[in-house]
């Protein structure tokens, strides 16, 4: 098929960024989703766009392709009907492309604006290309989870931020500035995080929550005390989580949106069951549904939360469940999480598969949980295994061991386990 392409300038933009179709299809679709878009472009899209049958892409598809490409959608080989002016502006005339190569090989993009060619005063319109810039990271985050060059290119973003703040052209657009920094800041410690490096993910998230306050931002306040709470996870530091989740939600945007307090109170239920309040742990989860139930899901907000919703509140209820003894409520719960979990978010869906292999494991099914575990294989297949998905693995592993020892599942999945592990 892709020998009988007939648009070459997108073939072409493919193979310098190295997506093949499926790959580009999530990751348009990624970006649609962090812009509070359905994300439906499928591998039958790319292929349209690929022959010619769709010459002319919807533009928020445009808009997408443009974000990722870095460059205008008649640049792509797209061609506009006659007459029809085109509707979406290209971001990528400050844009610059970091390349950096995966695990697998694979070449992936990140665009963040540039500090040449931008005008000597910055003022809205750059806040905005920023934030595109932002967005795009977001959307490969999902794609494929963090990692080093994705933390590199936040950073980058971050300091861009900060510089530009000495041509701002109002005070207003200094805070802003000091907004965006804070969250490319927050980007690159979540990465960290998601790569299980907890000092470099200390260190920036010190960073991000100095940056939140000059920018008098709770949004972005909130961002950094929910990835506290987790990185405190993380280290096992049950009750250094619970206070960062605790702080969350004190942040004055969950008094003005119920669903940033819903975040709040669910990271707050899985702090108490790690540290074995089962009675705190289910009365947080019973804040976090209520305030869920409050929120207007369909509210504009910044790309970093859109992870956050029905799916993954119920994913973060199998956690709870789990951890405090109830396996069946955490399978059930996490069943809810996978058919909700839209299909594009590799990561997500198959840490859930993992909690999930887990909870069938925790009820003494190890020949069902072992043919889950092996799945997340499956899903993950070509895309990187982040550190914190890795450790989660291990976790299976070790607990399959003690309750199934002998077990020829056990034999067969620790076989295929360490394949995995040998080929990464």
């Known amino acids: 098929m892709d020998g009988r392409a007939v648009n070459q300038h997108l073939r072409e933009r493919m193979d310098e960024f190295g997506f093949q179709q499926t790959e580009l299809a999530d990751a348009v679709s990624n970006h649609l989703v962090a812009h509070g878009h359905p994300g439906t472009v499928s591998d039958r899209t790319i292929r349209h766009w690929l022959t010619g049958k769709t010459r002319w892409p919807h533009p928020r598809q445009r808009a997408a392709l443009e974000a990722l490409f870095g460059c205008t959608a008649e640049e792509l080989g797209f061609v506009p009907p006659a007459g029809r002016d085109r509707t979406t502006t290209p971001e990528s005339s400050v844009l610059r492309r970091t390349f950096f190569t995966s695990a697998s090989g694979t070449a992936a993009a990140i665009a963040v604006p540039r500090l040449t060619d931008r005008p000597t005063t910055v003022g809205t319109s750059d806040v905005i290309e920023l934030r595109n810039g932002l967005d795009a990271l977001m959307a490969l985050d999902a794609h494929r989870g963090g990692h080093e060059a994705l933390e590199s290119a936040a950073l980058t973003g971050a300091r861009r931020a900060l510089d530009m703040q000495r041509h701002a052209a109002s005070a207003r657009i200094r805070q802003r500035l000091f907004t965006v920094a804070a969250d490319y800041t927050a980007t690159a410690a979540w990465s ?205 592993y070790r607990d399959l061991l003690t309750l199934a020892p002998d077990t020829s599942a056990t034999r067969e999945w620790g076989d295929r386990y360490r394949h995995e592990w040998s080929r990464a």
């Not at 139930?293 to 973060?316: C, I």
């Not at 405090?324 to 997500?348: D, K, M, T, V, Y």
Request: glycine fraction near 6%; charged fraction near 20%.
């Open 192 to 396: 960290a995080i998601d790569a299980r490096q907890s000092d470099r993910a200390q260190q920036h998230l010190d960073h991000a929550l100095y940056l939140a306050g000059m920018a008098k931002d709770p949004v972005a306040e909130i961002r950094v005390w929910n990835s506290y709470a987790m990185l405190a996870h993380q280290r096992k530091e049950h009750t250094k989580a619970v206070d960062a989740a605790q702080a969350a939600g004190a942040c004055p945007i969950t008094r003005r949106d119920p669903f940033y307090g819903s975040l709040a109170h669910a990271r707050t239920a899985v702090g108490h069951a790690t540290r074995g309040d089962h009675q705190a742990a289910i009365r947080s989860l019973g804040h976090a549904e209520t305030a869920l139930g409050k929120a207007d899901l369909t509210a504009p907000r910044p790309s970093w939360v859109t992870f956050y919703g029905p799916a993954e509140l119920a994913a973060l209820t199998a956690i709870v469940r789990d951890r405090i003894g109830h396996p069946r409520e955490a399978e059930a719960a996490s069943h809810r999480a996978l058919a909700s979990i839209p299909r594009q978010f590799h990561r997500n869906r198959a840490l859930a598969t993992c909690r999930l292999a887990l909870a069938q494991l925790h009820q003494r099914d190890a020949e069902q949980a072992c043919a889950t575990a092996s799945s997340v294989f499956d899903q993950m297949s070509g895309y990187p295994i982040p550190g914190r998905m890795r450790s989660l693995l291990g976790d299976f």
